[in-house]
T-cell receptor, first 119, second 111 residues
Framework: DGGITQSPKYLFRKEGQNVTLSCEQN?????MYWYRQDPGQGLRLIYY???????QKGDIAEGYSVSREKKESFPLTVTSAQKNPTAFYLC??????????????????FGDGTRLSIL | GQSLEQPSEVTAVEGAIVQINCTYQ??????LSWYQQHDGGAPTFLSY????GLEETGRFSSFLSRSDSYGYLLLQELQMKDSASYFC????????????FGAGTRLAVHP
């Protein structure tokens, strides 16, 4: 079955440590996204990528980094610079727009998320 | 600036109809999506309105009025499993399928 896999489901970070959250998809989607969700809140965009080797900062990119070396994978690193990393992290993917300057109305498909906490 | 307004909580009984309103103010607008998220789960896509009017998908319908910067999600024949958070998400007109999520509406369905 096609889908998005996030791992691990739960992750604990020590102070001063960088941690990497995995996101893999086999939907053949070009576009991928990382969101952060705090309790009782909506989703805030961290980074997004429309194609391999390209990614853009979202609304809250500070303290995070990403890479997009393969179409299927979009790992997120939470660096020690992110002082309040405790949150629910969601990865998503979608069909990208094929028409320059226009978004695709195709839905975003989400993984089951990773819960990150500070030790 | 950008803003999204949805009621924070809505309560209804099984079998009833509920409407969740959404007003938006964005720097650009291409369409409006709706997503459902159960507690602790992943958001799932419900519907998309690219044009004004009503879109119907089973028990769920979604409406958009671009001139009023307003949309709503209508849930009919409510079931207990519909208890979840619902997010309206305007689609940014740039080429990156960038959605804007607000805080969402928490729907509680009671017997």
């Amino acid at each position: 079955d096609g889908g998005i896999t996030q791992s691990p489901k739960y992750l604990f970070r020590k102070e001063g440590q960088n941690v990497t959250l995995s996101c893999e998809q086999n939907l053949n989607h070009d576009a991928m996204y990382w969101y952060r969700q705090d309790p009782g809140q909506g989703l805030r965009l961290i980074y997004y990528s429309q194609i391999v080797n390209d990614f853009q900062k979202g609304d809250i990119a500070e303290g995070y980094s990403v890479s997009r070396e393969k179409k299927e994978s979009f790992p997120l690193t939470v660096t020690s610079a992110q002082k309040n990393p405790t949150a629910f992290y969601l990865c998503a993917s979608s069909v990208r727009s094929v028409e320059f300057g226009k978004p695709s109305n195709q839905p975003q498909h989400f993984g089951d998320g990773t819960r990150l906490s500070i030790l | 600036g950008q803003s999204l307004e949805q009621p924070s909580e809505v309560t209804a009984v099984e079998g009833a109809i509920v409407q969740i309103n959404c007003t938006y103010q964005t720097s650009g607008f291409y369409g409006l999506s709706w997503y459902q998220q159960h507690d602790g789960g992943a958001p799932t896509f419900l519907s998309y309105n690219g044009l004004d009017g009503l879109e119907e998908t089973g028990r769920f319908s979604s409406f958009l009025s671009r001139s009023d910067s307003y949309g709503y999600l209508l849930l009919q024949e409510l079931q207990m499993k519909d208890s979840a958070s619902y997010f309206c998400a305007p689609l940014n007109p740039g080429g990156y399928n960038k959605l804007i999520f607000g805080a969402g509406t928490r729907l509680a369905v009671h017997p």
